[in-house]
């Protein structure tokens, strides 16, 4: 197969990270006959500094004329001023809304050989497989109004929680496609007991569950699935939420896997382009240094196979290697070892077949 593939390294420990997806990536493809070509695009910060806009219409283009999108992290220090008139972080909502980009599926499993290096008890972890699906384009990250003003003589800021019927049926729906491939069980998470447009979420859910008769759906409230995340997190299989709600619970989630550094993502799209990136941010305490984990990067890009290109059996080799890789005992510095990124994305590559 020929692909096309945009690369948008970013900012921090992203154009490391993403170095070593890309040496992955390519070596999966010589060994199963494939042809991959890259690009390289900015965006975020660099891509502020190189155009004064985090998401430039150079980079849109290549994203739209693409197969997948690999995306390393977005961020930092430097733009971080509150009264900054352009953030990083709007070149990521941006992409992410112009490329329909509505779901976000991040899986959490635990490597039996991490279990030690996760704050939590052997015995909270044993079991737990689970599917975050995110609803990526729409709640309070995108609701209007979204001001600042003022009102009483008081400064004041405005953020809206908005959903519609489609895009909470749009989101469940694929939630509930996704469990029957699974053990037929989603949770779909919301603030009922408060939120209007929860209510609606809630309502909806109901509806679309009605189309999957041998999918149980259940209902739970933010607060009490962030603790049950911690005290029994085996009891999830299929996680469906809003945006934010999603933003938070996935990297609570991740500590039980042992580190934010392992965990990949796939943003999907109606069609079959997608974006893929770790969930972990730029980490701009350690960017440059040659230390951050690869392996969140490198299973992303094993997600971008099989959502994008159908290569199921390649994206499972990844898989496979990264596996193998940490039952021998690699480990980067936030998983207790001592590999630099350039090593650890070696050891996947030993044992890639
Ligand atoms: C994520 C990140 C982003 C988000 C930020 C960088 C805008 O935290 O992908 O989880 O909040 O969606
Ligand atoms: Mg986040």
């Known amino acids: 197969m020929n692909a096309k593939i945009v690369l948008l390294p970013g900012d921090g420990i992203g154009p490391e990270i993403v170095t070593q997806a890309r040496r992955v990536l390519e070596a999966i ?19 502020i500094d190189e155009t004064g806009n985090p998401l430039p219409d150079a980079t849109l283009q290549a994203c739209k004329n693409a197969d997948a999108v690999l995306l390393g992290a ?32 991040r899986p959490l499993t635990i490597h039996p050989d991490l279990a030690d290096a996760s704050p939590l008890k052997m015995e909270r972890l044993t079991g737990v497989d689970l599917i975050v699906v995110r609803e990526l384009t729409g709640g309070i990250y995108f609701g209007q109004p979204r001001t600042r003003d003022t009102k009483d003589g008081h400064e004041r800021a405005i953020d809206t929680m908005e959903y519609s019927r489609p895009e909470v049926d749009r989101i469940v729906r694929l939630a509930c496609k996704i469990a029957m491939g699974r053990s037929k069980k989603v949770t779909s998470v919301d603030k009922a007991n408060v939120l209007e447009s929860s209510r609606l979420w809630r309502t909806v859910a109901n509806e679309v569950a009605v189309d999957f008769p041998e999918v149980t759906m259940e209902h739970q409230l933010v607060d009490s699935c ?25 990297d609570e989630a991740s500590v039980l896997s042992g580190s934010l550094g392992l965990l990949p993502s796939a943003s999907l799209s109606e069609g079959t382009l997608g974006l893929y990136e770790p969930i972990h941010g730029s ?7 040659g230390i951050a984990n690869p392996l969140g990067t490198i299973l992303s890009a094993a997600m971008l196979l099989r959502h994008s290109l159908n290569l199921e059996n390649e994206a499972k080799a990844i898989e496979a290697a990264v596996f193998s890789a940490v039952a021998e005992g690699s480990r980067t510095g936030d998983l207790g070892g001592t590999l630099g990124t350039q090593e650890m994305a070696d050891a996947v590559l030993n044992k890639l077949s």
């Not at 220090?77 to 953030?87: F, I």
């Not at 980490?283 to 240094?289: E, M, T």
């Open 226 to 250: 962030a603790m049950r995340l911690i005290s029994h997190a085996a009891t999830f299989d299929v996680i469906v939420t809003g945006n934010m709600f999603g933003d938070i619970l996935t």
């Open 74 to 105: 977005v961020g930092g220090p430097k733009w971080d001023d509150p009264n900054a008139k352009v953030r990083p972080e709007q070149g990521l909502l941006a992409i992410r809304k112009a490329l329909g980009l509505f779901a976000n599926i």
């Open 283 to 289: 980490a701009p305490d350690i960017a440059g240094k």
């Open 29 to 47: 493809a010589k060994k199963h006959g494939h042809t991959f070509e890259f690009s390289e695009q900015h965006i975020g910060g660099i891509a």
